[in-house]
């Protein structure tokens, strides 16, 4: 991490800032992340900050809150979008089969989204349904509040929940535009609509604050800046 003049970048190195100025070496670091979900069209997206010391586990817990999931299945975590061994990165072990994949419990994102390394991994939720997810590293943010999560925006409705993977989602969202249902398969859809989403509602459930001191925030170029709040001028 690099502070010059009170901005941060990713330099790969760590410079004395020259003056007194509030930096952000002392303020907490965050993964600034978007999640989408594959193979979906229009896109349906959340984007959060998360504490820099979480567990894949704690990334879990975000994405369920964050998309309305009901944390019901199993999950994984994988460099790519596959079933192979090889390529999981965290989840939940299963002594009765011998399962290799790491406990997600313990294993840090840090240890994953290294300053060099990925920009990104794949999320599954629900083994049967087969749900893949994106999870973009957009960069490492510091700001001036401490909190373990924060939502930044979103867009769109998830499926519902045992829903049928993607057929059954199409299905979802024909029913919902057009309310035909002759089999009344989707009777427990309610009020879901696909192009729902209330970040004001989403927020209040899934940010986890610590405490806050305030900030000015500016998006540049899809990462978030943030800069210092000017110091008082002394009477």
């Not at 919902?176 to 009344?184: K, S, Y």
Request: glycine content about 8%; overall charge positive.
């Amino acid at each position: 991490m690099t502070v010059r003049d009170g901005r941060y970048s990713e330099r790969g190195r760590r410079l004395t800032p020259r003056d007194s100025r509030p930096t952000f070496l002392a303020w907490p670091t965050n993964f600034d992340l978007e999640v989408s979900l594959r193979e979906v069209r229009p896109k349906i997206w959340r984007r959060f900050l998360l504490t820099t010391g979480a567990t894949f586990q704690q990334l879990h817990d975000a994405i369920q809150v964050a998309c309305d999931w009901g944390d019901y299945h199993l999950f994984m975590f994988g460099k790519r979008p596959s079933w192979d061994s090889k390529f999981v990165i965290a989840g939940i072990p299963d002594d009765e089969y011998g399962d290799p994949a790491p406990d997600a419990r313990r294993a840090k994102l840090i240890s994953y989204f290294t300053p060099y390394g990925p920009k990104e991994c794949f999320y599954l939720y629900d083994f049967g349904d087969s749900w893949w997810h994106r999870v973009k590293l957009h960069g490492i943010v510091s700001v001036p509040d401490r909190f373990t999560r924060r939502l930044l925006g979103g867009k769109r409705a998830f499926p519902p929940e045992d829903s049928g993977g993607l057929p059954g989602y199409a299905e979802c969202v024909a029913v919902a535009a057009t309310g035909e249902d002759v089999e009344e398969r989707f009777a427990w859809l309610g009020e879901w609509k696909p192009e729902s989403f209330d970040l004001g509602a989403a927020k209040a459930a899934f940010d986890i604050p610590r405490g806050k001191t305030g900030a000015a925030t500016a998006r540049v170029e899809g990462v978030l800046e943030l800069k210092a709040p000017r110091a008082r001028k002394k009477r």
